[in-house]
C-alpha cells in the first residue's frame, strides 16, 4: 500500500476511534442537558443478586405490556408512554408501536419477550454503575431500603424524544453512591 | 543457509569468486538481521496485553469521586496515547514488528476501555454483542493499515465472541451476518500471511484461530433441523483435513486444522455409534429441509472446490470420500437406523484398527495409540447402551488395557534396540 494512503486511512481510523465513543458522550450529554427528568419507583429485586459486577441491576414494574404484538420481533423497539402521580413520581402507562409526538411524555425500549399478546420489554435505564469499593456497601444499603417502607427508591432519569439516561437512584432522597460512602 | 565453511570449500572448489562468496555472506547476514526476534515479539505484545488489560481494569473501578467531565477526557487518553505510539511505529516502518504489534494491541484495548468507561460513565445498558461488534469496527482496519497479525487475532477473538452472543444468547435463531462479513474481510490478510510467512508463529496462530472460530460459530444455524448440524460439522472437518493436507507443519501444534478436522471427525462419527443418535435423526419431523440441510451440502461441495483449488485432490480425496459417505450414512440412516448405527460402529472400529496398524508399521507411537483411543472409546460407549455383564465388560476392558501396555512396551523396546 502507499505510504500516503496508509497515513489517511490511519488518521482516518484514529477519528474514528474519537468520535465513535466522543458520539455516545455527545448523544447522553444532550440528554441530561435538555431532557425532562423523571422519577421511577425501583422494584425490589431478587435479593440474592441485585449485583452484578460493579453495577446494580434496577427493576422496574410493569415488565410486560398488553399489546398487539403481531409482526413484533424480540429486539425491536416499542414506546412506552407515561404518566406522572401527585407524588412526582413517573409511571408505565401503555407501548405503542408507533413513536408519540414529541411532546409526549415516552421512553423508547426493546422488545425482550413475547407471549401471546403479551409483550415483555427491556427497561433502557436498568443499570447503574457503582465504584468498586462501594458496591457491597451499595448492595446491603439498597437490599434494607426495600424492607423499609418509609424509604422510596426511586431512579432519576433524564428522557429526551424517548432516548433516556439514567443519572441517579436514591433511597429516600439520597443518592445511593452517597450513602455506599458513609 | 550456507555456513563459512560450505562457503569456503565453494570457493576452493572453483564454482563461485571470493567476491560472489562474500556477497552471499553478506547477503545472510542481513536477511538475519532483518528477521524479527521471536522472544522480542512475544514480550512486546505480552507487555502491551498486560498494560492495556491494565488500564481495563483502571477504569472497572468506575472512579466515582470525579467529576463526570474529568472521567470523559480520561477515558480519551489511553487512546490517543496509544494513537501516538501506533503512528510513531507505522513511521519506522512495516519491518519494526515488536513496535507495530505491541503498540497495535495497547491501542485496541485502549479503544475497548475508553467505549466501556462511556458506558460506565452514562449507565449505558447495551448488550455485549453491540459493544462488541463497534470495538471489532473500530480495531479492524488496522489488520490492514499496519499489517498486524495481532490485530487480525483479536478481530477475530471479538467477532467470534460476537457471533457466538447473537446466534446463541439472542433473538432466537438471528445469524449473526456481521460475523461472516468480517471473517471475509480478514480472509485475504490470512491469505497473505500464508503466502508470505508460510512458517511464522502469528501464521500457525491464525491456523488455529480461523478454524476454531468458524466451528464455534457454525452451531448457530441451528434452528428447527438442528440435527442436520452433525453431517455439516463432519463437512466442515472434512475441509479442516483438506486443509490440513497444504499447511502441513513439522508438528501437530503447526497445524491446527489437522488437530481440528481429526477431533471433529473422532466426535461425530463416535456420537453416531450410540442408538440415540439415529433415533432422533429417525424422528426430525422433516428430512430434506431445513438452512442446516442446505448448510451441510453447500460446506460438503465447499469441501471439493477447496480440494480443487489447492490442487491436492489426491492426497485429500480420501477425507472428501469419507465425509461423503458419512452423509450417505445419514440419509441412509433415517430409514434405516440400525443398520447405519452398525455401520458407524464398524466404521469407528476400523479407523481404530487402520491407526494401530500403520503405527505398528511405522514405528510411531503416538499414531498406534490414537488407534487404541479410538477402539477404547468405542468399547467404552457400547458399555452405555448395551446390557452386557459386569464381569464381561471387566475382562474386555483387562484385555484391552494388557493389549495396550503390551503394544507400547514391545514399541519401546524396538525403538531402544534400534
Redesign the interface.
Known amino acids: 500500500m502507499n505510504k500516503k494512503i496508509v497515513w489517511i486511512l490511519f488518521a482516518l481510523l484514529c477519528l474514528a476511534q474519537w468520535i465513535v465513543p466522543g458520539k455516545m458522550i455527545w448523544d447522553k450529554e444532550e440528554i441530561i442537558e435538555n431532557g425532562r427528568e423523571y422519577r421511577f419507583l425501583v422494584q425490589p429485586i431478587d435479593p440474592s443478586d441485585p449485583m452484578r459486577g460493579k453495577y446494580v441491576v434496577l427493576s422496574f414494574n410493569p415488565r410486560t405490556f398488553i399489546a398487539e404484538s403481531e409482526g413484533l420481533k424480540i429486539g425491536d423497539p416499542v414506546y412506552i408512554t407515561l404518566y406522572e402521580d401527585s407524588d412526582g413520581i413517573s409511571h408505565p402507562f401503555e407501548l405503542k408501536l408507533d413513536r408519540p409526538d414529541e411532546y409526549a411524555d415516552y421512553f423508547e425500549a426493546q422488545v425482550e419477550r413475547l407471549n401471546g399478546g403479551e409483550v415483555d420489554i427491556a427497561y433502557p435505564f436498568d443499570r447503574f454503575y457503582m465504584e468498586e469499593s462501594k458496591a457491597p456497601r451499595a448492595e446491603a444499603i439498597f437490599r434494607e431500603s426495600f424492607s423499609d417502607v418509609a424509604q422510596e427508591t426511586v431512579a432519576i432519569v433524564h428522557i429526551l424524544q424517548g432516548k433516556a439516561v439514567l443519572k441517579d437512584v436514591q433511597i429516600g432522597g439520597v443518592s445511593l453512591a452517597e450513602l455506599a460512602e458513609e | 543457509m550456507l555456513t563459512k565453511e560450505e562457503l569456503e570449500e565453494l570457493v576452493s572448489a572453483g564454482i563461485i569468486s571470493q567476491e560472489k562468496a562474500a556477497e552471499i555472506d553478506a547477503y545472510f547476514h542481513q536477511k538475519e538481521s532483518e528477521r524479527p526476534n521471536r522472544i522480542l515479539i512475544a514480550f512486546g505484545i505480552l507487555g502491551a496485553l498486560l498494560v492495556g488489560l491494565g488500564i481495563i481494569l483502571l477504569v472497572?473501578?468506575?472512579?466515582?469521586?470525579l467529576s463526570r467531565s474529568v472521567k470523559?477526557m480520561i477515558?480519551?487518553v489511553p487512546?490517543i496515547t496509544s494513537?501516538v505510539l501506533?503512528?510513531y511505529a507505522?513511521w519506522k516502518g512495516r519491518h519494526h514488528r515488536t513496535l507495530i504489534e505491541s503498540t497495535v494491541v495497547l491501542?485496541i484495548l485502549s479503544?475497548g476501555a475508553?467505549?466501556a468507561l462511556?458506558?460506565?460513565?452514562?449507565?449505558?445498558?447495551g448488550t455485549i454483542s453491540t459493544f462488541m461488534m463497534?470495538w471489532v469496527l473500530?480495531s479492524a482496519?488496522?489488520v490492514?493499515?499496519?499489517h498486524s497479525s495481532m490485530a487480525s487475532l483479536l478481530v477475530l477473538l471479538g467477532i467470534t465472541y460476537y457471533g457466538m452472543d447473537v446466534g446463541y444468547n439472542?433473538?432466537?435463531g438471528q445469524l449473526p451476518y456481521a460475523y461472516w462479513g468480517i471473517i471475509l474481510v480478514l480472509l485475504p490478510y490470512y491469505w497473505k500471511l500464508i503466502k508470505d510467512y508460510p512458517k511464522s508463529n502469528f501464521t500457525v496462530f491464525h491456523h488455529w484461530f480461523f478454524p476454531g472460530s468458524i466451528a464455534l460459530t457454525l452451531g448457530v444455524f441451528g434452528a428447527e433441523q438442528e440435527f442436520w448440524l452433525f453431517p455439516a460439522y463432519m463437512s466442515l472437518s472434512v475441509i479442516c483435513l483438506v486443509l490440513a493436507e497444504k499447511v502441513r507443519g513439522e508438528s501437530l501444534f503447526q497445524n491446527g486444522y489437522q488437530v481440528l478436522g481429526f477431533a471433529g471427525v473422532f466426535i461425530i462419527l463416535l456420537l453416531s455409534t450410540f442408538d440415540f443418535f439415529w433415533d432422533e435423526v429417525r424422528e426430525m419431523d422433516r428430512f430434506f429441509a431445513g438452512r442446516e440441510f442446505i448448510l451441510t451440502l453447500a460446506l460438503s461441495v465447499l469441501s471439493v472446490i477447496v480440494s480443487l483449488l489447492l490442487k491436492n485432490i489426491s492426497k485429500s480425496s480420501k477425507w472428501i470420500i469419507s465425509g461423503f459417505l458419512f452423509l450417505t450414512l445419514f440419509v441412509f440412516g433415517r430409514y434405516f437406523p440400525t443398520i447405519a448405527q452398525v455401520v458407524a460402529n464398524l466404521a469407528m472400529m476400523f479407523l481404530g484398527v487402520f491407526y494401530l496398524r500403520a503405527g505398528a508399521r511405522t514405528g510411531r507411537l503416538a499414531k498406534m495409540n490414537l488407534g487404541f483411543l479410538i477402539i477404547m472409546a468405542v468399547v467404552l460407549s457400547r458399555f452405555f447402551d448395551s446390557e452386557i455383564s459386569f464381569v464381561l465388560r471387566g475382562l474386555i476392558f483387562v484385555i484391552i488395557g494388557m493389549a495396550f501396555f503390551a503394544a507400547n512396551y514391545y514399541m519401546m523396546k524396538q525403538k531402544a534396540h534400534e
Do not use: K
Open positions: 472497572a473501578h468506575n472512579w466515582d469521586h470523559t477515558a480519551f487512546v494513537q501506533v503512528g507505522l491501542l479503544v475508553c467505549m462511556v458506558s460506565q460513565i452514562y449507565n449505558i445498558p463497534t473500530l482496519p488496522l490492514y493499515i499496519a439472542h433473538r432466537g
